[in-house]
């Protein structure tokens, strides 16, 4: 299995068992590194809100990647990745900008607390991210070529 190519292309197509082991890699290591990350810059709130969102750099191009060759092996454009990752990067600004709720302490551990626009961003992430394991990760790609390419079963 060609992991550069897993990672960092976005052009082809790819069939469930690399998605699956793929995706596996990536939450194996930002398992990792943010049990590490979190043991050297602490748990404080805006720690957590740092790291969430240095992890979200970190991880979207390789996610992107994967995300897009299964789309493709589907026969759907790659730009419905931008999609699946609408919700995130929403959730992500409403807590930066305080809008979807605020974080607070509940027995000395800081806890984010959702407002109602809070709760609609997680019941449309929910939503989305149902959409997405399904279409990624459970539905098997068309037979045969199609425009992204040769068929990765044969």
């Known amino acids: 299995m060609d992991w550069g190519y897993l990672f960092t292309s976005f052009d082809g197509r790819i069939n469930r068992k690399p998605y ?5 890699v990536i939450v194996a290591v930002s398992f990792v590194v943010f049990f590490v990350a979190a043991l050297l810059f602490g748990s404080g709130a805006g720690t957590q809100l740092t ?3 240095v992890f979200l750099l970190i991880f979207a ?9 299964r789309l493709h092996d589907r026969d759907r454009p790659g730009i419905i990745a931008a999609v699946f990752w609408a919700p ?8 930066i900008t305080g809008i979807s709720g605020d974080m607070t302490d509940v027995y000395g551990s ?3 607390l959702p407002n109602t ?3 609609v961003l997680y019941g ?5 991210g149902i959409w997405a394991l399904v279409e990624l990760g459970f539905l098997r790609g068309t037979d045969g070529p199609n425009q992204y390419g040769p068929d ?3």
């Open 61 to 69: 191009y390789p996610s992107t990647a994967l995300m897009i060759k």
């Open 110 to 112: 800081p806890v984010f």
């Open 20 to 24: 699956w082991l793929a995706i596996l």
């Open 88 to 95: 995130t990067i929403l959730i992500l600004l409403g807590q």
């Open 152 to 154: 990765p079963l044969q």
């Open 117 to 119: 626009i809070g709760w």
């Open 124 to 128: 449309l992430s929910f939503v989305v």
């Open 51 to 53: 790291l969430q969102i």
